[in-house]
């Protein structure tokens, strides 16, 4: 299956997008059909991941979709919990001595360009 085959042309009433503009496509794959082994959503999945390494997820009608993005959003609060704690305590989670990526950092931790400027983001 070639790439001009998951991705059908969109009619549009806005004027024409600039040819000197790159682009990419965003194949929509649904996870519905994906999880009822759909013989040409594999197909367009397997593709959109070879030809592209990207796609957007349709996440509706489905429990599994609507636990994911519950599960997103539970992560968002945690986040919002997390920050809300004194900079000791988010301290106590920065596994960067480990050579780690997970966990804290704090603010100007981070070099973010050749000037030397350090961030100003936890």
Do not use: W
């Not at 599960?71 to 001595?97: N, T």
């Amino acid at each position: 299956m070639e790439l001009s085959e998951i991705m059908p042309a969109m009619p549009s009433t806005l004027p024409p997008f600039p040819n000197n503009v790159p682009t990419a496509p965003l194949i929509r794959i649904s996870l519905q059909k994906i999880l009822s082994n759909d013989v040409g959503e594999n197909e367009r999945f397997f593709t959109a991941c070879k030809e592209l390494g990207f796609f957007y997820l349709d996440l509706q009608n489905t429990h599994e979709g609507t636990s994911i993005l519950n599960d997103a959003d539970a992560l968002f609060d945690l986040g919002e919990q997390f920050f809300d704690l004194d900079l000791e305590e988010k301290r106590s989670y920065d596994f960067s001595g480990q050579n780690s990526y997970v966990g804290y950092k704090g603010y100007g931790i981070a070099v973010i360009d050749k000037a030397g400027t350090l961030d100003r983001k936890e």
